[in-house]
């Protein structure tokens, strides 16, 4: 419990580090908000008068302890490009990326455990070296290539979905989850590749330790010995690595959106880069960094309830 | 037991080779003209002529991708060395002397290493300006620095107790010396790996990043922007596409094998 609450406190200092870094860094280039929202010919009364208005003239810390309290009131200030409130412009977007997360992870999961475990009892010999090598195959596609052969074949060609041409998530869901299935499948690929391979080192060291070879030596079935002990200490650096790829697939979802058109967060914050739209920047990194926080927390939450070890305060 | 080559190795190398040998050709001659546009040549599928065909201007497929391989091997390129470079100092550094300095770089590591490096790449590139290539080559080389100093950390600071380091303090060697002439040789079983993995991760955050637009400018066009290109006339001129996107493949599964090789060489199997 004192290690939760630890834990918990580290996420919350990270946060606040994080979005703190994320402010002060905007804030710094992208110069006079009111200049950007008015446009360089407005008079210097009007940009005055706005800058009052928007609360520029009053200290940084003062400002960002606002900004932060945004995220939870909804008031992230203004886009510079569309003139709506950031929040209304991002808010929908996150149920898509949350969505193409989800769907990813568990693409991810399903595929590459069973396939790791498999991996895992192979050693030496033609078989091996050849999946290890398709593996390094299949870690060398970048999800942006499968995606556009993904949406050209199944898109254009079989017309199962229209690319490009993104239905609203509450009226036509199951259209939605078309688009989404497949660009789930191109993050997937080169990560499932990863993890099978991350499985198979981890479970193939944990297979030469001592108490393995005693469990054998007693007369122990080896896939009882794999499954009853091996599985199980294995589990902490797996569940980590999950974590890991959590991070891995919101980068990758940043250009697979762009890929299949989904209007996400990736997408947003690419345009909004280009744009130079810093408040939309601003929040969206803010938001990606909390996904990615959050999903590393969790896991060593979940790491400290299996490992007592970690609990001392331990290092594996 | 140690197998100086294995099939990993040779395979990775090859195709590594191979690719390096093209890119450098590229770099002082093409087929064709990379940039001079055809009006009755376009849309031309693979041929002996044009191996990998022509694009909707009627370029010559190959020699653009000579071209823009070369882009993204060279922003690469320099990207793994600006974060070997710093990231092996960094590492030596802390791991060496350890200390206060240490533990708070290593927590800055910890937060840092936790991102994905394209968001962190995208970041940096939006505060520096997007469309210049050599911010993208700084941005992906400062984002890459944190975890050459992580892995080189543990092994300068596993080898600072070891005995041969000891006797060498004990026999007057300046800390400079042990660090590089004692330490760094030995740290080369992790770093070599380390470089391979860096170097894809390079080549893939740049092909992306060019790919969203906010990569090396379309001047030094990259294979990720013209896979950006090439997505648009899919259906007219699918080739352009697929070499392109064949050619990023190889560039990253032939290090791949290396990397593997690599690994295979110094652990045994696994």
Known sequence: MKYALKRILQFMLTMVI??????????????????????????????????????????????????????????????????????????????????????????????????????????????????????????????????????????????????????????????????????????????????????????????????????????????????????????????????????????????????????????????????????????????????????????????????????????? | MKKKMNGFLLAGLAITGLLTAAILLGTVWTPYDPAAMSGSEKYLAPCLQHPFGTDNFGRDILSRVMKGAGTTFFIAVLTVLIGAVFGTAAGALTGYFGGIVDDVLMRLNDALTAFPSILLALVVISLMGPGKTYNVVLALGLVFIPSFARVTRTAFASARDVNYIKSARLMGASSGRILLVHILPNTMNVLLPSITIGFNNAVLAEASMSYLGVGATPTDASLGYMLSEAQGMFGRAPWYALCTGAVIVLLVFGVGLIGEGLQRREGGVG
């Open chain 1, 18 to 316: 994080v979005s703190f870094l994320a402010f002060l860094a905007f804030d710094l280039i992208s110069g006079d908000a009111a200049t950007a929202l008015l446009g360089t010919e407005a008079t210097e009364e009007a940009l005055a008068a706005l800058r009052e208005e928007m609360g520029l003239t009053r200290p940084l810390p003062v400002r960002y302890g606002e900004w932060l309290l945004g995220f939870f009131t909804g008031n992230l200030g203004v886009s510079y490009i569309y003139h709506q409130s950031v929040s209304e412009l991002i808010a929908p977007k996150i149920a898509v990326t949350l969505l193409l997360s989800f769907v990813s992870f568990l693409l991810i999961v399903l595929i590459s455990i069973p396939l790791g475990l498999s991996a895992a009892k192979r050693s030496g010999g033609i078989l091996e070296a050849s999946s290890s090598a398709f593996n390094q195959l299949c870690m060398a596609v970048p999800p942006f290539f499968t995606g556009m052969l993904l949406s050209y074949v199944f898109g254009i060609m079989l017309k199962w979905f229209m690319p490009g041409n993104f239905p609203d998530l509450h009226t036509d869901f199951g259209g939605a989850m078309k688009h989404i299935f497949f660009a789930a499948i191109a993050i997937a690929i080169p990560r499932i590749a990863m993890t099978v391979r991350m499985l198979k080192s981890t479970i193939q060291s944990e297979m030469r330790k001592d108490y393995v070879r005693t469990a054998i030596s007693r007369g122990n079935d080896r896939s009882a010995v794999l499954r009853v002990h091996v599985l199980k200490n294995s589990l902490v650096p797996v569940i980590s690595f999950l974590a890991q790829t959590m991070a891995e697939i919101v980068a990758g979802g940043i250009v697979v959106e762009q890929v299949f058109s989904i209007p996400g967060l990736g997408r947003m914050l690419v345009s909004s880069i280009s744009n130079r739209d810093y408040p939309v920047v601003q929040a969206i990194i803010v938001i990606l960094a909390l996904w990615v926080v959050l999903s590393g927390t969790l896991a060593d939450l979940v790491n400290q309830r299996i490992d007592p070890r970690l609990r001392l305060g331990g290092d594996r």
